[in-house]
């Protein structure tokens, strides 16, 4: 086990980790974090998304010895400092851009690296955007939906 | 998984000295090897990160063409070479997904080797030069089939050079679950005449499709490889496509990316 430092969601964070422990594992098990969701555990789903210096990764392709001393935000760090919800949270409220909930937080955070990189995303970015998160309830449909209304785009109603 | 100690160095010499001290690996963007981990079908007892060695990150323009950092992401080559080589932009651009691209690395996908994987395409069409902690490897000489190349034991790859050619294009059929390429073939001009290599198709990894090369040297048209046709014989049949499937894919890509370049 070796000693283990990084910043999460603003916070400075230690705990002891083995080589072999992920970062999803280090956020879920050592800090509680339980928000970020692990799907498939091979890369391919995208429900453990998080960002590493501001960039989304898959928390579950990374092992946490590799983030020492990265700034990490997860979902838990998302909501307004009052505890409301993001612009972003809000949007997938409001357009039921989920339904069971399992890949949201990965969703929610794709989507926040997304609208950094681009604020005004067309419908086809969004999509191509979110290519690595998988939702099995939605459709995907009110998912881009969500997305757009966030980037403060008028979403034509269907 | 297998535990094993962490190691993540700051120069290329750390990571050599602890590369080659009892059962060590590298680890770049971990996109494919923590994976690999996690079957159990690779482990080390010392992982050595190559994503804090600065002088493995980023890109420059250098003798021979674009400079990159064999630690550098998919996602900063695509920024990066959007200008200076956009076709190079684009294979990095459509590798995996947004995630996979911000870990995923130029070094670790040239190292792997994966017969549907996208940069060794590009890699052997632009007639790049592998660079080494040890040697320079052209291109050619390093694919060696599937999973396999040059590299010996405990060798890592620093950075590779690419040449920029006047036209180029990579043009991937994507296989929709892995969005690897089912298959994908990169078309490079250069004033010497033309490189195709292609992806994702063959039994033996990567290859140049010679013939084609051959007639769009003479005639930089997709109607110049209309009369060739490829060999099914060597190609992946599997249940996404079949070997003939596949053939007919090399034709088809290799025609639009001429139109594209
Ligand atoms: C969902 C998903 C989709 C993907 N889609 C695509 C795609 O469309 N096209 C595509 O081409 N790839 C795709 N990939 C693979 C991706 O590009 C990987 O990032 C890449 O194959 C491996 O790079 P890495 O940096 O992650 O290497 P790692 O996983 O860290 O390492 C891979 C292997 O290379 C070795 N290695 C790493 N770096 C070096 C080095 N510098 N020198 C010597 N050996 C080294 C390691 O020891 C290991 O054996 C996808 C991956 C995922 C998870
Ligand atoms: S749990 Fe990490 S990508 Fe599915
Ligand atoms: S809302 Fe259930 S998986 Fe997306």
Not at chain 1, 88 to 117: E, N
Not at chain 2, 65 to 90: C, D, F, M, N, Q
Not at chain 2, 95 to 120: E, F, M
Not at chain 2, 140 to 163: C, H, N, R
């Amino acid at each position: 086990m070796t000693k283990l430092s990084m910043t999460v969601n603003g916070k400075a964070v230690s705990g002891e980790v083995e080589g072999r422990t992920l970062l999803v594992q280090f956020l879920r098990e050592t800090l509680h974090l339980t928000g970020t969701h692990v799907g498939c555990d091979t890369s391919q789903c995208g429900a453990c998304t998080v960002h590493i210096d501001g960039k989304a990764v898959k928390s579950c392709s990374i092992f946490a010895a590799d983030a020492a001393g990265a700034n990490v935000t997860t979902i838990e760090g998302m909501a307004n400092a009052d505890g409301s919800l993001s612009v972003i949270q809000q949007a997938f409220q409001d357009c039921h851009g989920l339904q069971c909930g399992f890949c949201t937080p990965g969703m929610v955070m794709t989507s926040a690296a997304l609208l950094a990189d681009n604020p005004h995303p067309t419908e086809a970015e969004v999509r191509h955007g979110l290519e690595g998160n998988i939702c099995r309830c939605t459709g995907y449909h009110n998912i881009v939906k969500a997305v757009l209304t966030a980037s403060g785009q008028t979403v034509a109603a269907e | 998984m297998q535990n094993f100690d962490f190691v993540k160095p700051a120069t290329i010499a750390e990571a050599v000295k602890a590369l080659n001290s009892g059962d060590a690996q590298a680890l770049s963007g971990g996109q494919t090897l923590i994976a690999t981990m996690k079957q159990g079908l690779a482990g080390a007892e010392t992982l050595v990160s190559l994503t804090g060695i600065a002088e493995m990150k980023g890109v420059c323009q250098g003798d021979g063409g674009l400079h990159i950092g064999a630690a550098t992401s998919h996602a900063t080559v695509a920024r990066e070479v959007a200008t200076t080589y956009p076709a190079l932009a684009k294979l990095a651009g459509g590798i995996g997904d947004p995630q996979v691209r911000n870990r995923g690395t130029v070094g670790g996908s040239l190292a792997n080797n994966d017969p549907a994987a996208c940069y060794p395409s590009g890699a052997l069409a632009s007639g790049a030069t592998i660079v080494t902690d040890r040697r320079e490897i052209a291109a050619d000489d390093y694919f060696q089939g599937l999973f396999a190349t040059a590299l010996d034991e405990g060798e890592i790859i620093t950075k590779v050079i690419f040449p920029i050619p006047e036209k180029a294009a990579y043009v991937k059929f994507e296989q929709p679950a892995s969005r690897f390429a089912l298959t994908g073939v990169f078309v490079a001009k250069f004033a010497g005449g033309v490189r195709v290599a292609v992806t994702g198709a063959s039994n033996d990894g990567v290859f140049r499709w010679t013939e084609a090369e051959k007639a769009l040297s003479a005639n930089f048209s997709a109607a110049a490889i209309s009369g060739l046709s490829v060999d099914a014989g060597n190609m992946i049949s599997d249940l996404h496509g079949t070997a003939e499937y596949r053939a007919n894919l090399v034709k088809v890509l290799t025609a639009r990316a001429v139109t594209a370049a």
